[in-house]
């Protein structure tokens, strides 16, 4: 992957401030999931977000749209803090795009319907412009021949780039990834991650929990590795892979890397 | 020590079609009915109860009577064609009175209201049945309660657009409250709105509009109504209503609201408690209870809002199902898009628990169909005992048995049958997820 790596350098993040995470704590039941996180993204930030199963990666980025609920502290996106209003959760939910690790495509649509629903109903924009935009995402994704079929006739490396079409079509801020190729082949697992480089290059902000570590060498301005529900360690990718400071993330370095 | 050849493939091998099959009847016979001493033993004792069957029915549906005036002509010309012992089926009984059957005590000269209404109603569901027809149709479906009520009970042209203006007042309302006050709420703002034009505002201004321009057409009264007529009025009306109202309650069973939820619960379980015959009787005083005093409840309505709540508890049911069969990721995604609840439902959910419904839903449609002969004991002419009732009180039919029933029998089966291909049809139409 290191070939494909993209050029820091050029690479811009903004004083802007996307995800503003305080303090925050969520429980399932009794079971202390995530426990005081904070963390700051800024806008145009890669983040790769690693860790053991369980360790509560994904229940962090949920909570950044709203799908899950977190009991104390504070999220603010964009400037629009997560609380019980719908109101408010609706707007985030709009600016924030999200790719599932099973796609989670809707079977019933055709591709194009698939990627121009939220446009119609959420954004209100006339049925012509939303497919015009989604013809253009899709090509972006390079499978504009495949709109008129059904998600059930494409392979799982395309069906992850038409839902990040998808998401991308409601023209979100912010983009989450969690665990976007955990499901493919490893052969289409390329496919997607190019479609996702590309995305950065554009300057996009993204949130990305994945074990791709070649991914994360070549993209990610900064790494977090969670356990437990904590943050552990956070570090630029050169300095989280080859000076790991504590001694989980060590460990878990040499199962992932090693063998 | 197994030995082998290194080997390496030079040019890659072209599909060839797969080796001919055997085909043809022997062969499908001897894989599907001879193909073990088990299957053969069934096959034969199989052919031998179809035999025996047959040779009992097919003399007697050979010996047919068409034309006749009583069951005793009916069984003189058998004995007199066939033989003193033959016995023989008496169509001439259905040649007789089929109108009955169909129409009830509707009267003869207006046969063509409920004929007209019939083909109309053909139109009215067919851009329902048929997505490909052009959905302007869909207007003329939507009105088409409205005319066929007219059709059937005649009376003022005023007292059906009313009632449309009553559903106009709830749209109204729902429009204005809706982006305010969130669907449900306004929803019931609405129905409060339409109730209380319908109880109040219905009956004076109809018969003020019709003083004016007078649109009126003969009264027919509800028991004047009978035979397929009633079943069809009262299948398809309930039929219609139930399947909106079962996907508001599996909603409302799955709702994070607890009122909401255990109200539908309630209400599933205790329809579902209690058979529906019990409703049919007890609703009749129940309803009387309710409603101000002198309003007569018509009874036909009063049987068709029971059979209606009676089919949406077990449809609601079926769709939670339906519901329970969607991958959470589904829900997750539409979120996700900043979809909100009810765009959700409508647009992501609802589409595929339908779908996966259907054949439940179906199920509940042909029970609800011939649910609708229970109207019997409510005092109703059905098409299976009231009708046939009437017929064998007739002095020149009295004592026949298997022909009104295999008559009616036939009809219910045809239309019934008609509804399962149809929802197989659909199904194989809306198959999408190709696994
Ligand atoms: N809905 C839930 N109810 C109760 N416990 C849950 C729920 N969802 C997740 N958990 C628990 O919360 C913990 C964190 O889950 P999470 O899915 O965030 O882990 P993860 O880091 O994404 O792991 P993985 O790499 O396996 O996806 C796990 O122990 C899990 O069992
Ligand atoms: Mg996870």
Request: glycine share 8%.
């Amino acid at each position: 992957m290191a070939e494909q790596a993209i050029d820091l350098s050029k690479m811009t993040i903004s004083d802007e401030v996307a995800v503003q995470i305080s303090n925050m704590n969520k429980w399932y039941g009794q079971f202390h999931v995530l426990r005081d996180v904070n963390m700051t993204v800024h806008k145009g930030e890669r983040i790769v977000i690693c860790g053991p199963s369980g360790s509560g990666k994904s229940t962090l980025i949920r909570c950044i749209n709203r799908l899950e609920e977190h009991q104390s502290g504070q999220i603010v996106v964009d400037g629009t803090e997560l609380t019980n209003d719908l109101k408010n959760i609706d707007k985030v939910r709009s600016e924030v795009g999200m790719v599932f690790q099973h796609f989670n495509l809707f079977p019933h649509l055709t591709i194009l319907e698939n990627c121009t629903l939220a446009p119609i109903w959420v954004r209100k924009i006339p049925k012509r412009e939303a497919e015009e935009t989604a013809m253009h995402f899709l090509s972006k994704v390079k499978i504009p021949d495949q709109a008129h079929k059904y998600p059930g006739q494409l392979s799982g490396g395309q069906q992850q780039r038409v839902a990040i079409a998808r998401s991308l079509c409601m023209r979100p801020r912010i983009m989450l990834f969690d665990e976007p190729t955990s499901a493919l082949d490893p052969e289409m697992i390329k496919e997607v991650l190019d479609t996702m480089i590309s995305l950065a290059e554009e300057g996009m902000t993204m949130l990305c929990v994945t074990h791709e570590m070649g991914f994360a060498q070549a993209v990610a301005n900064r790494v977090i590795f969670m356990d437990k529900g904590q943050i552990v360690e956070q570090n630029s990718p050169r300095e989280f892979f080859n000076n790991p400071q504590s001694e989980r993330t060590k460990l878990f370095l040499s199962q992932i890397l090693g063998h | 020590m197994t030995e082998f050849t290194p080997f390496v493939r030079k040019d890659m091998l072209e599909p060839r079609d797969p080796p001919g099959n055997q085909q043809g009847p022997i062969a499908w016979a001897r894989e599907n009915l001879f193909s073990g001493p088990m299957n053969t033993v069934l096959t034969l004792l199989g052919i031998l109860a179809v035999g025996w069957l047959a040779l009992h029915i097919i003399p007697w549906l050979m010996h047919s009577v068409w034309n006749a005036n009583s069951l005793s002509e009916c069984r003189a010309i058998i004995a007199q064609t066939w033989g003193p012992d033959a016995t023989g089926a008496c169509w001439a009984m259905v040649r007789e009175r089929w109108h009955q059957y169909v129409f009830g005590f509707y009267p003869m000269d207006l046969y063509w209201r409920p004929t007209l209404a019939f083909l109309l109603m053909l139109v009215a569901i067919a851009p329902v049945l048929y997505q490909s027809l052009p959905r302007k149709m869909m207007w003329f479906t939507a009105l088409y309660p409205f005319i066929c009520y007219w059709l059937l009970w005649g009376g003022t042209l005023w007292a059906p657009i009313v009632v449309l203006a009553g559903f106009g007042l709830f749209a109204l309302a729902f429009r204005f409250a809706a982006p305010k006050l969130g669907v449900p709420v306004s929803a019931g703002l609405g129905l409060l709105a339409a109730a209380v034009w319908w109880l109040f505002v219905q009956t004076p201004l109809s018969t003020a509009l019709n003083g004016i321009i007078p649109l009126s057409i003969r009264d027919v009264d509800s028991d004047q109504f009978g035979g397929f007529l009633l079943s069809i009025v009262i299948g398809i009306t309930a039929i219609s209503a139930s399947l909106p109202m079962g996907i508001l309650l599996a909603l409302g069973r799955k709702s994070d609201m607890l009122l909401v939820k255990s109200l539908s619960v309630m209400f599933i379980e205790f329809i579902r408690g209690v058979p529906l015959i019990t409703l049919l009787f007890t609703a009749s005083l129940l309803l009387q209870y309710f409603l101000p005093p002198g309003s007569n409840f018509d009874i036909i309505l009063r049987v068709i809002i029971l059979v209606t709540l009676f089919a949406a508890a077990y449809i609601a049911e079926v769709i939670r199902g339906g519901l329970a069969a969607l991958p959470r990721g589904q829900y997750e995604a539409a979120d996700a898009l900043g979809l909100d609840y009810w765009q959700a439902q409508r647009l992501i959910i609802m589409p595929q628990a339908l779908k996966i419904s259907i054949p439940g839903i179906v199920s509940s449609f042909i029970g609800l169909f011939k649910d609708t002969t229970l109207v019997a004991f409510v005092g109703l002419m059905d098409p299976l005992k009231g009708i046939t009732a009437v017929v064998r009180a007739d002095i020149n039919w009295k004592g026949i048995y298997w022909e009104p029933y295999i008559f009616a029998g036939t009809i219910f089966f045809l239309i019934c049958f008609g509804m399962s291909r149809y929802s197989m049809w659909l199904e194989r139409k809306l198959k999408t997820d190709h696994r």
